[in-house]
């Protein structure tokens, strides 16, 4: 059973732009959950998505949005980068929510804010 | 708000040398505490899910534990194939906030 990918593995953007991640969960996973990693703040929950439908939400700005399509593949959406936007964008999928007993997360998306 | 705290921050053990990883954690209400390995260029990996005060699980060469205010993750006998990061993380009843993630331990085996 292939695990869940990630892509881009890696993204270089200047400041100011915007960029767009992408994720496929498991086969029969119907949730993903985003999370930002960096070595300052280590792993932060970004959002929950469930059978299209956002269930939970971190504390992020509104800079950051996702969205999931009926195949519960996911994208979330950073406008406006920053500097401190730079990190590893994480993705897990569950077969329900919430369940992260059963969380399989991707590689991840190495992002660089220049 | 719920927090969660891991010490150290690194270990270097010789292989063989038991040790102990400490996770202590604020939280409204413990609905469960995770334990992740994440392994350099990798997702973590998931390890053990705890529920209530007293619980214990072992998997191979690690054992967690949990008390109302702390969990330990117990290495005996480490190989460097164990050397990872180690991730503590904790879900509230409710579970709106996604898990609040500590930090981790960044643990190296030598052999």
């Known amino acids: 059973k292939a695990g869940v990918t990630q892509t881009p593995r890696y993204l270089i953007k200047t400041r100011g732009q915007q960029v767009t991640l992408s994720c496929s969960p498991i086969s029969g996973h119907r949730s993903v959950s985003w999370y930002q990693q960096t070595p300052g703040q280590g792993l932060q929950f970004l959002f929950e998505?469930?059978?299209?439908?956002?269930?939970n939400k971190g504390n992020f700005p509104g800079r950051f949005s996702g969205r999931q399509f009926s195949n519960s593949r996911s994208e979330m959406n950073v406008s406006t980068l920053e500097l401190g936007d730079s990190a590893l964008y994480l993705c897990a999928s569950s077969p329900t929510t919430p369940s992260y007993n059963e969380q399989f997360f991707g590689p991840g998306t190495r992002l660089t804010v220049l | 708000e719920d927090q969660v705290t891991q010490s150290p921050e690194a270990l270097r053990l010789q292989e063989g040398e038991s040790s102990s990883l400490n996770c202590s954690y604020t939280v409204s209400g413990l609905r469960g505490l995770f334990w992740y390995r994440q392994d350099p260029g990798k997702g973590p990996e998931f390890l053990f899910t705890l529920y209530s005060a007293g619980e214990e699980k072992e998997k191979e060469r690690l054992k967690a534990t949990l008390t109302k205010k702390e969990s330990f993750l117990h290495i005996t006998a480490p190989k460097p194939e164990d050397s990872a990061t180690y991730l503590c993380a904790v879900q509230a009843r409710g579970g709106a906030d996604g898990l609040t993630f500590g930090k981790g331990t960044h643990l190296i085996i030598q052999p």
């Open positions: 998505y469930f059978s299209e439908t956002q269930r």
